[in-house]
């Protein structure tokens, strides 16, 4: 590492982009990877969007048990 860095012509906020959203990465079990990879092939679909489904019906539950 350099004792010194020249940042002269650098730029503030060349990468910023106030619209950028995080996606936070989900790790699942293996048992259950496999059961939603399954679930995923058979519908011709992605993994995303069945781990998405998945839990949105689960969120129309919780939401339905809290009322």
Known sequence: MKREYDF?????????ASDAQFRIPVYLEPS???????????RGTDLSSVVND??????KIAEYVRK
Do not use: I, M
């Not at 998945?54 to 969120?59: C, P, T």
């Open 8 to 16: 002269g012509k650098g730029e503030r906020g060349k990468f910023y």
């Open 32 to 42: 259950v990877q496999a059961f939603v990879e399954e679930l995923a092939t058979r």
């Open 54 to 59: 998945l839990l949105k019906s689960d969120q």
